[in-house]
């Protein structure tokens, strides 16, 4: 249903960037993503899978992909982009791990050379999806919605309350 509802929203002319985001950690969104990552390459549509959770890099484990170099290791200038898109197995479906555990991922993750890096990936692929942490705890999910044409909040059933779930809502706008 998910996917059916983000096929309805996607443009026809240029990727569509989503982010993924939650009010608390172990929410459930990198399972999310990851799923979602192969539900639509397996319908042909070329995605690209981001993990910006610097802080705490999940989404490499889900496709036994290298944890480095990832998006940090680019974003300093380490690597070219090349070197840090992998395979996950899946036809259609690449990520970028997070790369080495910098000390200052929002920074890196409002720069320009990860501007720049959106609009790259925009003309390679169909959808990007991010991963990010978690908007209750830290300000990474604000910073990538810049880059987004939509943010989905995912929210753990009996875990976030109403009111934690608002105040997600009033930082991402």
């Known amino acids: 249903t ?13 990727a569509t960037v989503i982010s993924f985001t939650s009010p608390l950690p172990r929410d459930g969104k990198s399972t999310l993503v990851a799923n979602l990552g192969v539900a639509f390459a397996q319908t042909s549509t070329k995605v690209v899978i981001i993990d910006c959770d610097m802080r705490n890099p999940r989404l ?14 680019y974003l300093v200038n380490l690597v070219d982009l090349e070197e840090v898109l992998q395979p996950t197995g899946y036809d259609n479906l690449q990520i970028i791990s997070a790369g080495r555990i910098p000390p200052n991922p929002t920074e890196l993750l409002s720069s320009k050379k990860m501007e720049n890096l959106i609009e790259i990936l925009r003309a390679q692929f169909d959808l990007i999806l991010i991963d990010t942490p978690p908007v209750g705890i830290v300000s990474d ?29 009033g930082s991402l706008k």
């Open 2 to 14: 998910l996917r059916t509802n983000i096929q309805f929203l996607m443009n026809n002319n240029a």
């Open 141 to 169: 999910a604000c910073v990538t919605s810049k880059y987004s044409d939509g943010i989905i909040l995912v929210i753990k059933h009996y875990s976030s309350t109403y009111t934690m779930v608002e105040k997600c809502l």
């Open 60 to 73: 490499n484990k889900f496709f036994n992909a290298n944890p480095t170099p990832g998006l940090s290791n």
